[in-house]
């Protein structure tokens, strides 16, 4: 499976996005998903984890800023960002959890194209 990302695009810092990312009904009702972003030159690096029964973690440096949710009824994970900056500029992709460290991007699996997510003045 593969799933899609997709809201991105150029915002001025202090601005917000809202990303959604959407898969089957099969997949989304029985796994974990998280938000990783891959910056230029950068790996990618966790954003935010949300379980099945709605539980969050987070990246320290969007905690505050970002808020990941799943809306199970609409088979879709959402990333609502506020107060971007600069250094969020990145490649958002979602993806499912398949167990083991939630931390680890190789605990992943079902990474689609991603989002661009652009914060410049």
């Known amino acids: 499976v593969q799933l899609q990302a997709c809201g991105g695009g150029l915002v001025q810092p202090g601005g917000s996005l809202r990303l959604s990312c959407v898969a089957s009904r099969r997949f989304f009702n029985s796994n974990a998903v998280g938000w990783y972003r891959q910056a230029p030159g950068k790996q990618r690096e966790l954003v935010a984890h949300i379980t099945i029964g709605g539980s969050t973690n987070y990246a320290d440096s969007v905690k505050g800023r970002f808020t990941i949710s799943r809306d199970n009824a609409k088979n879709t994970v959402n990333l609502q960002m506020s107060s971007l900056k600069p250094e969020d500029t990145a490649v958002y992709y979602c993806?499912?959890?398949?167990?083991?460290?939630?931390?680890?991007?190789?605990?992943?699996?079902?990474w689609g194209q991603g989002t661009l997510v652009t914060v410049s003045s």
């Open positions: 993806a499912i959890f398949m167990g083991g460290r939630y931390f680890d991007r190789h605990n992943y699996n079902g």
